[in-house]
């Protein structure tokens, strides 16, 4: 399984961006899809995920502003992002946990700025 993330970018606060994160093969047992996000010299923090069972989890620095979901015909997870923030500028990263595996995507670079 290869993860490949797109729709990144330069966008001004309180504009939006959706991230997409399409997997080249089946991911459809996976128990858990997310976005992470990481700034030069920190840790990998999670933003958001989604399970099997549609439960989904929201850093509080994004809850009510940032939307996951999946479409699992097209093995593609996407993440909304809404009301943008200067501090939301960062590398996100996709993740899928499958059978017990885990796999990340390149990372794709939102910047916030005005």
């Known amino acids: 399984v290869q993860l490949q993330a797109s729709g990144g970018g330069l966008v001004q606060p309180g504009g939006s961006l959706r991230l997409s994160c399409a997997a080249s093969g089946s991911i459809f047992g996976a128990d858990i899809r997310a976005w992470y996000r990481q700034a030069p010299g920190e840790q990998r923090d999670l933003v958001a995920s989604?399970?099997?069972?549609?439960?989904?989890n929201y850093a509080d620095s994004v809850k009510g502003r940032f939307t996951i979901s999946r479409d699992i015909a097209k093995n593609t997870v996407y993440l909304q992002m809404n009301s943008l923030r200067l501090e939301d500028t960062d590398a996100y990263y996709c993740?899928?946990?499958?059978?017990?595996?885990?796999?990340w995507g390149q990372g794709t670079l939102v910047t916030v700025s005005s």
């Open positions: 993740y899928v946990r499958l059978r017990g595996r885990e796999y």
């Open positions: 989604i399970t099997s069972g549609s439960r989904t």
